[in-house]
């Protein structure tokens, strides 16, 4: 993470930005001051989305200028995080979207992970269009339609079917079962990561391309581009539960902390201020949007949103 540098936290790895493509699965990967004789360390887990990493970024100014902490930093893929999680390889999870089989095994069964409580952030994964295209034909925000547009969403890596763009293949997804179930004219193409989605779709906008996605609430770029939810068939408890079979909605869900057990009973005033660290969907994008959009390094974004926002991280300290 690009930061203010003391001397306290010199040599930490740095927040790998904007990338999902190519992550490493650090599982087996420590922290470099796991092992630091007295000092008082944390290892955080980073999902490649800028959402997560400005949880990162404002959790990780906070411990290290205010509680003396070493902070690192380790970019690990949505399940595998799990693992490394359960290992006390990481010792927090700050933004998770829903892993059930985990939950059960590392919560439930293993009790070697703890609920760290809720973010304050709901997040909702849908299917959207540019809000342009949606004036232009508003029937498109209806599933039933979609096949109508097939042609106009057309690329070549598509082949003849329309496009759904996907961004990492490692994310909470259901497409490929839901263009099956649902029987549509659609390919899903996986951009690679939410940088490289990002990309396409400021080109598609630019272009004012027509355009089909899957994406996510909160995030920053519905700023820069407006876009328009697609009505899928409603969300009903247990109709995701067999991934093969879903053909319904993505869920609103309440995004959680995990932290790793022992942690959590002896990681002190670090454990307890991760519990209490909660914020707004506001919060989250104000600080994503300085660090993509602004071209802030995570610190100094961070830095800003600590420096107007005493009230509520004070609060976290306590």
């Known amino acids: ?100 089989e985990q939950e059960q095994r590392y919560v439930q069964d293993k009790k070697t992970i703890v609920n760290g409580g809720d973010l304050g952030v709901t997040g909702h994964i849908g299917w959207f269009v540019p809000t342009y295209f949606a004036k232009r034909h508003p029937d498109v925000t209806d599933w039933k339609n979609l096949d109508r547009y097939a042609e106009r969403f057309r690329t070549p890596e598509s082949g003849g079917k329309g496009q759904l763009m996907d961004g990492s293949p490692s994310y909470v997804t259901n497409d490929k079962a839901l263009v099956k179930n649902l029987e549509l004219d659609y390919r899903v193409v996986f951009a690679g990561s939410e940088a490289a989605q990002i990309t396409q779709i400021k080109q598609f906008a630019k272009e004012k391309k027509p355009f089909l996605t899957y994406w996510y609430t909160p995030q920053w770029l519905f700023e820069k581009v407006p876009m328009t939810e697609v009505r899928l068939p409603a969300h009903e408890e247990g109709c995701d539960a067999d991934p093969e079979k879903v053909a319904c909605a993505y869920p609103h869900t309440p995004l959680q902390k995990y932290l790793n057990a ?57």
């Open 1 to 100: 993470m690009r930061r203010r540098t003391t001397p306290a936290v010199a040599g930490v790895s740095a927040l790998l930005l904007l990338t999902g493509c190519g992550a490493a699965d650090m599982t087996r990967q420590a922290s470099p001051f796991a092992n630091a004789r007295g000092a008082k360390t944390v290892t955080l887990s980073v999902q490649s989305w800028v959402g997560a990493q400005a949880n990162v970024a404002v959790a990780r100014y906070l411990l290290e200028h205010e509680l003396g902490y070493r902070v690192d930093t380790v970019q690990v893929d949505e399940v595998p995080a799990w693992d490394a999680l359960s290992q006390g390889r990481v010792d927090a999870i700050l933004e998770d979207w829903g892993h059930p």
């Open 262 to 318: 022992d942690f959590a009973k002896k990681g002190g005033e670090a454990a307890d201020f991760l519990e209490k660290f909660t914020w707004t969907t506001e919060d989250q994008n104000d600080v994503s949007l300085m660090i993509a959009e602004q071209k802030l390094s995570p610190g100094e974004a961070a830095r800003k949103w600590v420096d107007s926002h005493e009230s509520t991280w004070k609060a976290w300290l306590s």
